[in-house]
C-alpha cells in the first residue's frame, strides 16, 4: 500500500531525476533573485500531463526505466534537426551485429549515402534482445530543407531487410538581417483592430492597414508591428484576446474589408444595398471612443459576406479559391469544419460529445451536411489572405524595406480548432502561464493547453512549421511573443494556483532550428519577445542564431536601479519605450499604471510603497534623459515622450518601435495583465490625450504625431 503523503511536501529525489529526465525543471530562479523548487504535487501533476506516471515510488522507478529504454526500442529517433555546415551525427539502434545503413532522400529529390563513425557505446538488452547502436556523420553541405532519413538494418537470420524513415530538417545556422534594412531601421507599432477609418465596420481591417502602412512608409518607416491577428471564435461571443486564439494558424476575417472584394463590385442592386446597409449599422462606432465591439461589428461583416459568397465567383476566380485551399490542405479543411461545427452548435465544450473526436464518423457525416459552410468559412480564409497580400504589397511599395511584421501569441484556446483538429498535439490536466513577476505578483493562467514536447518531435515539428509558414505568406517580420516559450514553459497544474507550476523544458535547437528555416524560406526577419525571467544564455543563444531580441525602455535597468545608458543596450533587438501591456507613455508616465493595478487589486504590496518605486523610476528617467541633454527644465508632456524615443534610437539596437498611441497621446492601455472581465482588454480604440478618436485619414495631419515621427528621424540621421 502506498504511503499517504503531504501533497505540497518537498519532492524527493528519485521524483526530481524522473522530471529532469522528462525536461520537468526542480528548481528555477524567482523574480525577487530567490531559487525556488515545485512541490511534489506540482511535479507530480506535470509528469501526469506530460504521460508520465510518477503516482507511487514503484512506479517513479518504472517510469525511470521506461524513459531510458525509449531511445534504445527505435531504429531511428522521431525527428532529427541539424544546422547546415555544423557537425552533427545521427544515431541508429539495431540488434547487435546486424548490417546498417543510413542514407538520406533529400527534398529535391536527390539521395546521399551518408558515412559511419566510430562510436564506442556499448549495446544494452531490451525487451531480451541485445540492441547495438551505429553513428553516422550528417554531410556538412546537406542543403536547407525538410528532408528523409531512411536507415536499413540486415539482421543476420532474415531473410527482408528492415527499414526505418525519419524527418531530417537542416536548418540556418544563422539568419542574417536583410540588406534593404541596411544599418539599422525604425517602425510604428500598432493594434489593428483599434486603427480605423471612417469606411471601417467598427474594427480596424486590412483596408485600414493597407493605408496605414502606406503612411507610414512614406514617412520613412522600415515595419508597421501589429497584435496577432489569429482566428477567433466564428460566431457566439468573440474573445477579444489577440493571444488567445482558436488557431495559430489561420486568420480571424473579421479583419476583412467586404467591399474590396472583388465580387462586391459585381454584386446586383439589391445584394449592394444589402453589403451597404450592414455597413450603415456599425459605422457609427467608428467615431467613438468607447470600447469595441467585436461582437456587433462582425455580425453585421458576416452577414454581408454571406452576400457576397452566395453571389458566387468567375471561373477563373473559382480557380484561385480552389488552388488557395489545395495549397492549405487538411489544416485548412479541419478550421472550416471546425467552424461550421461551432456556428451550428456553439463553444466547443457544449458540442455532442461523439463531435468532440475530430476523427468520429459522427464528425465524418456532419462533413457531408455542413458542406456550404465548410466552403464559406474556407472562402473567407481565401479573402482575408488576398487583403493582407494587398497590404503587405502596399507596404513595401511605399518603401518599407520589411513591410508588416506579425505577431505570434504563445499559445492557443481549449476549445479552439487547433486542440480539436489536433488533440494529440497538447499536454492534457495543464495550462500555460508565468510566474509572479514585478507587474504581475500572482503570477499569471493564461488558460492555454501546452504543445507536448514528445509529440512535437513524433510528429516532425508540423504544428510549429505549418503555422509559421502560414503566418509568414505575407510579412516581412514575425515577433514571437514569449519567445522563452521555444525554450521552456510555466506548466499549471488544472485546479492549482498559476504561482503552483513549473518549467517544462522543450528541445530549443529543434524548435529555434524550425523557426529559422521557415523564415529563411520566406525572407522575413524573426524578433523574439524576451522579456520577464529570462536567462541570459538564452538571449545569447537566440542572438547567436540571428533572432533580435525585445528591450523595453522601462525595464531596462543596470544592477543599480538606474536606467541602462543607451550604449549599453543590445544590437540584435527590437527597442521600444513600452508596450501593449503598459499605459501609453503618456499614462505611464503619471503613474497609471500604479493605479489602474490598485483599483484592480493586483498588488501585492502597499501602495504606497509601490508609488514611491515608481516616483523613483520616472525621476531616475527624467535625470538621465537630462544627462544626455534630451530633456529641458520643464518639458511638457509631449517633450518627455519624444526625448524618450530619442534615447532609445541613441541605442545600437538593429530596430526601434514607436508605438502609435504615444504618438497621437493616447493613455489607456490596451491590456491589463492578470485581469479578464475587470478591465477592457483588447477592445481599446485609438483615440488622442483628450479621448476623442483618431482615424487612419486624421494621421498624415496629426501634429502630435508628425512631431514624433521627425524627432525619431532627425535622431536616426545624427546616430
Known sequence: MTEQRNAHEPAGERLKHLAEIHGVSTEYWDYHGNLAAPSRETLVAVLTALGVDASSDEQIECSITEADLAPWRRILPPTVVARQGTKASVAVHAPEGAGVELGVALEDGGT?????????????????????????????????????????????GEENVRTATASLAVTPDHLELPASLGRRGWGVMAQL???????????????????????????????????????????????????????????????????????????????????????????????NAEPIDR??????????????????????????????????????EHFALWSALTEKYGEMSQWPEALRDSHSAQVVSETHELQERIDFFAWLQWIVDEQLERAQAQAKAAGMSLGIMDDLAVGVHPYGADVWSNPEAFATGAEVGAPPDMYNQLGQNWSQPPWSPLRLAETSY??????????????GALRVDHVIGLFRLWWVPEGMRADQGAYVRYDHEAMVGVLLLEAHRAGAVIIGEDLGTVEPWARDYLASRGVLG??????????????????????????????HDLPPTAGYLADEHVELRERLGLLTEPIEQV????????????????????????????????????????????????ALVDGVGERRCQ?????????????IPLADSAGEVVLVEDLPDNARLSSLLAAVRSELRQS
Open 295 to 332: 461582437d456587433t461589428a462582425w455580425n453585421a461583416k458576416r452577414e454581408a459576406l454571406e452576400v457576397i459568397f452566395a453571389a458566387g465567383r468567375s471561373r477563373a476566380r473559382q480557380r484561385d479559391f480552389e488552388r488557395f485551399r489545395a495549397e492549405q490542405g487538411e489544416g485548412l
Open 112 to 156: 546521399r549515402e551518408l558515412t559511419r563513425v566510430e562510436d564506442r557505446t556499448s549495446p544494452r538488452e531490451v525487451d531480451d534482445v541485445l540492441i547495438g547502436r551505429a553513428t553516422f556523420a550528417l554531410p556538412l553541405d546537406l542543403p536547407l530543407g525538410w528532408h528523409t532519413l531512411v536507415a536499413r538494418v540486415r539482421v543476420e
Open 550 to 579: 525585445t528591450s523595453v525602455l522601462w525595464f531596462e535597468k543596470q544592477d543599480d536601479g538606474w536606467p541602462l545608458e543607451p550604449e549599453a543596450y543590445r544590437h540584435l533587438a527590437l527597442s521600444t519605450v513600452n508596450t
Open 671 to 683: 491590456n491589463q495583465p492578470g485581469t479578464d472581465q475587470e478591465y477592457p482588454n483588447w477592445k
Open 462 to 475: 508540423a504544428p510549429l512549421r505549418d503555422m509559421v509558414r502560414t503566418v509568414l505568406r505575407h510579412a
Open 193 to 287: 483592430y483599434s486603427v480605423r477609418s471612417r469606411g471601417s465596420w467598427g474594427v480596424g481591417d486590412a483596408d485600414d492597414l493597407a493605408e496605414l502602412a502606406s503612411f507610414l512608409g512614406d514617412e520613412g518607416a522600415d515595419f508597421l508591428l501589429i497584435n496577432p491577428l489569429h482566428a477567433a471564435e466564428p460566431a457566439g461571443t468573440m474573445t477579444p484576446s489577440p493571444y488567445l486564439p482558436v488557431t495559430r494558424r489561420f486568420v480571424n476575417p473579421i479583419y476583412i474589408r467586404p467591399e474590396n472584394i472583388l465580387e462586391s463590385s459585381r454584386l446586383s442592386g439589391p445584394r449592394r444595398s444589402l453589403v451597404q446597409w450592414g455597413l450603415e449599422e456599425v459605422q457609427e462606432a467608428n467615431l
Open 611 to 658: 508609488r514611491v518605486e515608481a516616483r523613483i523610476e520616472r525621476e531616475r528617467m527624467l535625470a538621465r534623459l537630462r544627462e544626455h541633454g534630451l530633456l529641458r527644465k520643464d518639458p511638457t508632456e509631449r517633450e518627455v515622450v519624444e526625448a524618450l524615443h530619442r534615447y532609445i534610437v541613441r541605442t545600437p539596437s538593429a530596430l526601434v518601435g514607436v
